[in-house]
């Protein structure tokens, strides 16, 4: 087990509530932007762990999509939240399970000793890149943000294991193809418009990831030597509303889990931490508890992490 | 120390050759685009560590800049390098200096045998962003990429040490303000142009790193317990012209330090591999040497990793 902590958190949620049918999502309103959030979720983060941005000993940016081209997020949320202080800042991103990836990188950094106390920031603006026209996607995201923070351990609390797999062949099955060093803004025009847009293949998405979930999930029980007995709560990435369907084909159906997607929609890297952050918060997730996070990203990769709390 | 052996390395430089007076520079040419220069860099890579792809356990995509707003660049890395296979794709990103931070947080996954073998490739399409308008920078960068193997040492190699510190009172002296979440491609106009740009203020960047630079080299000698007499070889980022000016400021005009902005100008994040694999095939890095990278990057963030080869 990988010495770590959740030592605290914060969700942060935009001033526009939008509903589709049953269906409420978030976006940010005129004015605002993520860094607002991050902002706000950073702040009661820090007081929820009863500490101060000084106590921060390393600052992730664990988001999906980038603010500005450079620098990275974390330098923005940096001069944000930490301006004048010399605390590191440095993005780590697997698309939408950016959170387990920067949570699994962070228990390397405490069991080792090199930070104490790291603060990991996700969430994205998702709602800068909906396509109206692509209904499945344009009702399915909100913006938000969720902030962590997690230190040592002195009790018996850590990762227990967690595993990536990247599929490649699903790469441009959720994708913005524009914006970056392959299609700049610049050849931005009216008629390639619609690749400067979030695109997704929900369809193909789903059937990759319920071709190479199943077999992962088994794979990663097996090596942290665990069974699902051993699971007390489940945290999914709130990818769609197929949520409840992807649970069973994983046999998962009689596992406490999760799934706010009707209350919250898909918050890309916010996801998770979101979700998790109230678990604990609501006391779904308890002190002892054996927690499991996964989720499917644009990638195509997927991440599961088992951790102590 | 922390485990870790430089496996193998190869650079790729793109087709067109440019001069601005005696600086030769490296841009893309038509039809070319960064993830060729990737399948160049990785497969040369590969075959100096006498191993394939199978044998990798990990691509860390250590890159400044998005080659698309999503998925991240490891994901389109390995749709070129490795298709098929299942290995995980993330990238880690501290801009210029990001190849040091994948270096540094690989020590640690390859420390405690989470991996065996990752693979880091750095680059950015510079050219893509360089305003015509701002000489200095549109006269100093290069496009490239460099890869690196990095794997488990059975001698005495490893990370000595590492440190990073980030100060976001420079975070918007090195910028590309557009293009990401904050001010999307959609809402650029031939009016706010310059805001898509590469944005460097050259003399504030050399300001804030001539006054922070020289107290984290001393701090980090400190903490790592090594004198500067115990370093045989200085790569640092070929951040621009005035590298000279600033090696005597940090106290390292004695050392032997590499410089080759004459040759290459700034490759952004590749700038500190592709020195360091020139660098390890010309000999001037030997089995057994202690090496020294560091460097600043837009954030403003710093980075020095001392390593034994």
């Given at each position: 087990?990988?010495?770590?902590?959740?030592?605290?958190?914060?969700?942060?949620?935009?001033?526009?509530?939008?509903?589709?049918?049953?269906?409420?999502?978030?976006?940010?309103?005129?004015?605002?932007?993520?860094?607002?959030?991050?902002?706000?979720?950073?702040?009661?983060?820090?007081?929820?762990?009863?500490?101060?941005?000084?106590?921060?000993?390393?600052?992730?940016?664990?988001?999906?999509?980038?603010?500005?081209?450079?620098?990275?997020?974390?330098?923005?949320?940096?001069?944000?939240?930490?301006?004048?202080l010399?605390?590191?800042?440095?993005?780590?991103?697997?698309?939408?399970?950016?959170?387990?990836s920067?949570?699994d990188?962070?228990?390397?950094l405490?069991?080792?000793?090199?930070?104490?106390?790291?603060?990991?920031?996700?969430?994205d603006?998702?709602?800068?890149?909906?396509?109206?026209?692509?209904?499945?996607?344009?009702?399915?995201?909100?913006?938000?943000?969720?902030?962590?923070?997690?230190?040592k351990?002195?009790?018996?609390?850590?990762?227990?294991?967690?595993?990536?797999?990247?599929?490649?062949?699903?790469?441009?099955?959720?994708?913005?193809?524009?914006g970056?060093?392959?299609?700049?803004?610049?050849?931005?025009?009216?008629?390639?418009?619609?690749?400067?847009?979030?695109?997704?293949?929900?369809?193909?998405?789903?059937?990759?990831?319920?071709?190479?979930?199943?077999?992962?999930?088994?794979?990663?029980?097996?090596?942290?030597?665990?069974?699902?007995?051993?699971?007390?709560?489940?945290?999914?990435?709130?990818?769609?509303?197929?949520?409840?369907?992807?649970?069973?084909?994983?046999?998962?159906q009689?596992?406490?889990?999760?799934?706010?997607?009707?209350?919250?929609?898909?918050?890309?890297?916010?996801?998770?931490?979101?979700?998790?952050?109230?678990?604990?918060?609501?006391?779904?997730?308890?002190?002892?508890?054996?927690?499991?996070?996964?989720?499917?990203?644009?990638?195509?990769?997927?991440?599961?992490?088992?951790?102590?709390?």
């Amino acid at each position: 087990m990988r010495n770590l902590k959740i030592m605290g958190c914060a969700n942060a949620l935009p001033g526009k509530k939008m509903m589709f049918k049953d269906q409420t999502r978030y976006r940010l309103e005129e004015g605002e932007t993520l860094l607002d959030l991050c902002d706000v979720a950073v702040q009661n983060a820090l007081e929820d762990a009863g500490i101060t941005i000084k106590d921060i000993d390393c600052i992730i940016g664990g988001m999906a999509t980038p603010l500005q081209l450079i620098p990275c997020n974390a330098a923005l949320i940096h001069e944000r939240v930490a301006k004048g202080l010399e605390i590191p800042a440095m993005d780590i991103n697997t698309t939408c399970t950016s959170f387990v990836s920067a949570m699994d990188m962070a228990s390397y950094l405490i069991d080792a000793g090199r930070y104490e106390k790291i603060l990991i920031v996700s969430g994205d603006c998702a709602s800068a890149a909906l396509n109206p026209n692509q209904q499945e996607s344009y009702e399915l995201f909100s913006d938000a943000v969720s902030a962590f923070v997690v230190g040592k351990s002195e009790a018996d609390a850590g990762v227990l294991y967690a595993a990536q797999k990247t599929w490649s062949e699903g790469a441009h099955d959720t994708e913005i193809r524009g914006g970056g060093g392959l299609q700049t803004a610049f050849l931005f025009t009216e008629e390639n418009k619609e690749d400067y847009y979030f695109d997704m293949k929900g369809v193909k998405v789903l059937k990759l990831t319920a071709k190479k979930l199943p077999g992962l999930l088994k794979d990663t029980l097996l090596k942290a030597q665990l069974s699902l007995d051993d699971i007390d709560v489940i945290v999914p990435h709130q990818a769609s509303k197929a949520l409840d369907m992807i649970i069973p084909h994983l046999g998962l159906q009689n596992k406490q889990y999760i799934n706010c997607v009707k209350e919250y929609g898909n918050m890309v890297s916010a996801s998770i931490p979101f979700t998790l952050c109230n678990a604990i918060h609501e006391n779904k997730v308890c002190k002892g508890d054996t927690v499991m996070l996964f989720g499917t990203a644009a990638g195509l990769t997927s991440n599961i992490l088992i951790f102590k709390y």
